[in-house]
């Protein structure tokens, strides 16, 4: 079946910095892997949907130049909180699949302190 | 109106006891219904996917409803381990999952 991997798994930084997260299909190759944010109780929300060699897709109300995505090759998506505020804690998932009921990472786990 | 929407729950049954899990959807265009298990602070993980025909998985029942727009999932024989928050999952044009809020189940012993 489809694996993703996703890392890290968490990662404590300061207010301003940056964080990468990323995300690797390792027997797959994800033309498409979506990102998802979930604040505690409560559900995965799509923040974006991240497409091999073009522009990602963000959904409403997300912020494309706080939350940069790369997608650059078959095998590797990356999302960069660029300036993190505590706001931006939160757990953060990527998904991707070649057939139904797609695969999540392990999830990262950002606290911005 | 939510994509998806669940009872959030929460659900505390006995050992052994069945339950019943409902969710709704809005778009009539889905295509792909799933119900994952997520355990705290871990990702989800599929636990099964939901067919128009219905399909059972051991303990666990799946079924959809495409007139009322809506999926269930039953679980038999509840055991401790199953204890967990159970997500409807649904499948837009896009190819993206739109998820409810969870339903959060307790097996109490």
Partial sequence: ??????????????????????????????TTMFW?????????????TSN???KATYEQGVEKDKFLINHASLTLSTLTVTSAHPEDSSFYICSGGVEEGYTFGSGTRLTVV | RKEVEQDPGPF?????????FNCTYSNSASQSFFWYRQDCRKEPKLLMSVYSSGNEDGRFTAQLNR???YISLLIRDS??????????????????LFFGTGTRLTVIP
């Fill in chain 2, 67 to 69: 007139a009322s727009q």
């Fill in chain 1, 52 to 54: 091999e060699g073009s």
């Fill in chain 1, 36 to 48: 998802y944010r979930q604040f505690p109780k409560q559900s995965l929300m799509l923040m974006a």
């Fill in chain 2, 12 to 20: 505390n049954v006995p050992e052994g006891a069945t339950v019943a």
């Fill in chain 2, 79 to 96: 055991k401790l381990s199953d204890s967990a928050t159970y997500l409807c999952v649904v499948r837009g044009g896009a190819n993206n």
């Fill in chain 1, 1 to 30: 079946g489809a694996v993703v991997s996703q890392h890290p798994s968490r990662v404590i930084c300061k207010s301003g910095t940056s964080v990468k997260i990323e995300c690797r299909s390792l027997d797959f190759q994800a």
